[in-house]
């Protein structure tokens, strides 16, 4: 779970923190000190604007499935897990506006993503950690915390 700090989602005024989760499944070894891993994000943002009378409002959805290759060799800093993915995600953009005038609001720029993912990981427990990612999804760079199950 995070938050993202900057986005390449556009919008005008003042933006809502970006908010995330995601989960990963070790699902198999590969030779070497590493694994490969399955999972999901979601995430979301959204952006006011207010001028003369008027407000206007975007909101983001991500929702992705992503694969990730994670190296845990690092044996002088066993608790460090680096990684690195893609996502296919489906971006769902929705705009309101009470303008007098003319009021819009529906799904505009909906579709189909692929993107790129790199982070780490900083466990301080065996269950519980905190992260760091670059790539996109509702932000560029989320930071948050991790878990294990």
């Known amino acids: 779970m995070g938050i993202g700090l900057g986005t390449t989602l556009g919008g005008l005024g ?25 999972g999901g994000y979601v995430g ?3 952006y006011k604007y ?3 009378g008027y407000t206007a409002k975007w909101n983001y959805t991500v929702i992705g499935a992503r694969g990730a290759y994670h190296y845990n060799g690092f044996e002088k800093v066993p608790d460090l897990d680096v990684y690195g993915g893609v996502m296919l995600g489906y971006n769902i953009m929705k705009y309101s506006s009470d303008d007098s005038e003319e009021h819009f609001s ?4 909906d579709g189909l993503g692929f ?18 990612e670059l790539g ?7 930071v948050g915390v991790t878990f294990k199950f």
């Open 14 to 38: 003042k933006a809502r923190p970006a908010v995330s989760a995601s989960v990963d499944h070790s699902i198999w070894s590969i030779g070497g000190p590493g694994v490969i891993s399955l």
């Open 44 to 46: 979301n943002t959204g």
């Open 50 to 52: 207010r001028y003369s």
């Open 106 to 109: 529906g799904n505009y720029d």
């Open 115 to 132: 993107s790129c993912f790199v982070g780490g990981r900083w466990f301080f427990s065996d269950s519980f950690g905190v992260y760091g």
């Open 136 to 142: 996109y999804g509702v932000s560029v760079l989320n």
